[in-house]
């Protein structure tokens, strides 16, 4: 479904939601979420986000883990 707010174009997609926790990343995949086509915003609904929220603070067993290489920006 798309949605015109105030002459920006929103959808309703899946994405990878991402975040940082005690020097870990974290990734979860599939989320629903209203994206702003033009910036790429993404917009969630409040139980989405409890469920993000419970997902990562119940410590459930990832359903596979992946290596991340780091860069440094300073030269």
């Not at 979420?33 to 910036?39: K, P």
């Not at 989405?48 to 997902?55: A, D, G, S, Y």
């Not at 067993?61 to 860069?71: C, S």
Request: net charge negative; hydrophobic share 45%.
């Amino acid at each position: 479904m798309n949605v015109l707010i105030a002459d920006l174009l929103i959808v309703e997609k899946r994405v990878t939601y991402s975040l940082e926790l005690k020097g870990k990343f974290i990734l979860i995949e599939n989320v629903p979420a209203r994206v702003n086509e033009e910036t790429g915003e993404q917009f969630f609904a409040p139980s989405t986000v409890m469920l993000l929220q419970q997902i990562v603070l119940d410590g459930q067993e990832p359903k596979r883990v992946i290596q991340t290489p780091v860069y440094s920006y300073a030269a």
